[in-house]
């Protein structure tokens, strides 16, 4: 393959995965696409409903999530 050909496939695969990425934004947009993932999400009436796992330790957690903040600074 020459050196021109093979600039042309990678521009072509860049683009078409340019192109995918574009195609399932503007079908996220869609208006049925909406009601399905309205339909699978939380809505303001379920957060009364949602309550954490019962083995979920708060402080667990926290201590986890300090350990990791403080790991990320250095």
């Known amino acids: 393959m020459t050196e021109k050909r ?4 990678y521009e072509a695969l860049e683009l078409r995965s340019e192109y995918d990425a574009r195609i399932k934004t503007l079908r996220d947009c869609l208006p049925e696409t909406r009601q399905n993932r ?19 330790d708060l402080a667990e957690a926290r201590k986890d999530l300090e350990n990791w903040n403080s790991s990320a600074e250095n």
Do not use: Q
């Open 6 to 9: 093979k600039l042309c496939l």
């Open 38 to 56: 309205d339909r699978l999400s939380f809505g303001r009436e379920d957060e009364g409903r949602r309550r954490p796992s019962p083995d979920f």
